[in-house]
C-alpha cells in the first residue's frame, strides 16, 4: 500500500493538487452531467482557485512581512558578547596564552 | 545526579579561526564549569594557513587535553566529514555541533540540555525564529531572505522544526552518527537534510530560541550562489524526501 506520509513532499502536493483540480473541474464543467448549479454556486466556484491563490499570496506576505517587522535585533546580545570577549582575552593573556 | 552520567562532546570544525578559537573555547569552558555538565571540545581544523592549531595547542596546555582534543585534517574536506571525523574521537553520549566563528553563544548550551531531559529529546535545535530568539549584524534585506526561504522551506518540506539552516544543535551521538549515514548535501543544505531526515526517522526534535550574533572576526557570506544552492537543495529535498 502506497501511504502519504511515506510519499514525497512533491508527490504529496501533485496528489493533492490532483484531487482537488479534479474535483473543482468535475464541477464547473459538469463533466458527470448532473443538473447545472445554481449560478450564485458557480459563479463563486469558477473563481475558487483564483480566490485561494490570492489568499495563500496574502497569506505568505502578511507571515513573511510580520516575521520581518518582529525579527529580533539582539543588541543586548551583541554587547554581553564583546565585553566577554574582552574578558576572554584578558583572562587567557594571564594564564600564558600568546595570540 | 542525573546529570554525572551524560558527557557532552563539542564538535568545532575550524578554517582558519585562530582569533575566535581562544574566545569561543573559553566561553565554553566558563559555560560547562558554571552549568556542572562533563565536557570536551574536538577541534577539527581542516589545515588552516593562519597557525589555527598552534592556537589549539596553548589551549590545550591551559585547559588539559581531556577537556581540548585537537584532531586536525590535512585538508579542507567540509562540514558532513568533519562532524564524522570528530564524532570517532568523541567520548560523550551526546554531541553538541555549532559553529567557531562566536555566533552560536555556549551560554544557551545549558539551555539545550535542559531542554533535552524535560522531554528526552533525540535532538535539540537552536532556533533564531521562535521567541526571544534573533539576528544580530544582519540588514534588512538578509533579514527578509532568511524570512521568505525559512516560510518558503516551512510551507515546501512542513519540517516540525523552525529554523533548519541553522547549525547549532544537540544530538544524541547514536541519532547524529545514523543521520550521517543518511544524508548527502553540502553547506546550509546539509543542516535542513539533517532535520528533514530525522523526522523520516521519527527522532524527537525539541527546540531552545538563541540570538545568532553574526561573525564578528571575518566575513560572513551570502550571496547570490549560497541562495541558488539553498532553493537548488531545498528543491532537491522537496522532491526526494
Redesign the interface.
Known amino acids: 500500500m502506497y501511504r502519504f506520509d511515506t510519499m514525497?513532499?512533491?508527490l504529496q502536493w501533485l496528489f493533492m493538487l490532483a484531487l482537488l483540480g479534479g474535483t473543482w473541474a468535475t464541477l464547473t464543467l459538469n463533466l458527470l452531467g448532473l443538473d447545472p448549479l445554481p449560478p450564485p454556486v458557480y459563479q463563486v466556484l469558477w473563481l475558487l482557485p483564483t480566490y485561494l491563490l490570492v489568499t495563500f499570496g496574502c497569506y505568505?506576505l502578511g507571515?513573511?512581512g510580520y516575521?520581518?517587522a518582529t525579527?529580533?535585533?539582539?543588541?543586548e546580545?551583541?554587547r554581553e558578547?564583546?565585553a566577554?570577549?574582552r574578558e576572554?582575552?584578558d583572562?587567557?593573556a594571564q594564564?600564558?596564552?600568546?595570540? | 545526579m542525573a546529570a554525572s552520567r551524560d558527557k557532552y562532546s563539542v564538535l568545532l570544525p575550524t578554517y582558519n579561526e585562530r582569533e575566535n578559537l581562544p574566545l569561543i573555547v573559553w566561553l565554553l569552558v566558563r559555560s560547562f564549569r558554571e552549568s556542572g555538565n562533563d565536557f570536551e571540545i574536538i577541534v577539527i581544523d581542516d589545515g588552516s594557513p593562519d597557525g589555527t592549531q598552534e592556537i589549539a595547542e596553548q589551549l590545550i596546555k591551559i585547559y588539559g587535553s581531556d577537556r581540548i582534543l585537537l584532531r586536525p585534517r590535512a585538508k579542507k574536506l567540509g562540514l558532513g566529514t568533519a562532524y564524522i571525523h570528530g564524532m570517532k574521537h568523541a567520548t560523550g553520549n551526546f554531541i553538541i555541533i555549532m559553529d567557531a566563528d562566536l555566533s552560536h553563544h555556549p551560554k544557551f548550551i545549558p539551555e539545550f540540555i535542559r531542554k533535552q531531559k524535560e522531554g528526552n529529546f533525540d535532538i535539540v535545535s537552536g532556533t533564531r525564529y521562535k521567541g526571544n530568539g534573533g539576528v544580530h549584524g544582519w540588514d534588512v534585506k538578509r533579514k527578509l531572505i532568511s524570512r521568505g526561504a525559512n516560510f518558503l522551506t516551512q510551507v515546501l518540506l512542513r519540517p516540525g522544526a523552525s529554523d533548519l539552516t541553522g547549525s547549532f544543535r544537540l544530538y544524541r551521538k547514536e541519532v547524529l552518527q545514523k543521520l550521517m549515514e543518511k544524508c548527502v548535501s553540502k553547506g546550509y543544505v546539509f543542516q535542513m537534510e539533517m532535520i528533514v531526515r530525522a523526522r523520516q526517522l521519527e527522532y524527537s526534535i525539541g527546540e531552545v530560541p538563541i540570538s545568532f550574533v553574526d561573525r564578528v572576526y571575518g566575513e560572513s557570506k551570502l550571496g547570490g550562489n549560497e541562495i541558488v544552492s539553498f532553493l537548488k537543495g531545498l528543491l532537491t529535498l522537496f522532491a526526494t524526501t
Open positions: 514525497t513532499k512533491l505568505s507571515t513573511v516575521r520581518l525579527f529580533n535585533d539582539c543588541e546580545a551583541a558578547l564583546h566577554q570577549i576572554a582575552r583572562d587567557l594564564r600564558g596564552m600568546k595570540f
